[in-house]
């Protein structure tokens, strides 16, 4: 069993910044591909960013390529994700997620974090 905490979120003017963090506990890997997922009020939780172990980097590029970066340190058993240029439409809870296979399917990872919520004011 994997046990995911996230932290970080908060209320944030746009354009703005926040990081966000996800510490992982339990029966970790550094082979897991971790992501970040997030679902704001009405709509499907959506992807965000993962990185595999061997730190490929995904991002859904509609909406947050090159204002988001994702990162992990694997000795830390921690991953990242560094949010600049927040705009409204961020406003989410924001999830991490870990999966033994390579995706950015929801539906594909094993282990969620509880959440933590991001509210961009315009």
């Known amino acids: 069993q994997v046990h995911l905490v996230e932290s970080g979120g908060g209320l944030v003017q746009a354009g703005g910044s926040l990081r966000l963090s996800c510490a992982a506990s339990?029966?970790?890997?550094?082979?897991?591909?971790m992501g970040w997922f997030r679902q704001a009020p009405g709509k499907e939780r959506e992807f965000v960013a993962a990185?595999?172990?061997?730190?490929?980097?995904?991002y859904d590029s509609n909406s947050v390529k090159g204002r988001f970066t994702i990162s992990r340190d694997n000795a830390e058993n921690t991953m990242y994700l560094q949010m600049n240029n927040l705009k409204s439409e961020d406003t989410a809870v924001y999830y991490c997620?870990?999966?033994?296979?390579?995706?950015?399917?929801?539906?594909?990872?094993?282990?969620w974090g509880q959440g933590t919520q991001v509210t961009v004011s315009s």
């Open positions: 990185v595999t172990g061997s730190g490929t980097r995904m």
């Open positions: 339990g029966r970790t890997s550094s082979r897991y591909t």
């Open positions: 997620a870990a999966t033994e296979r390579i995706t950015a399917q929801y539906r594909d990872y094993d282990y």
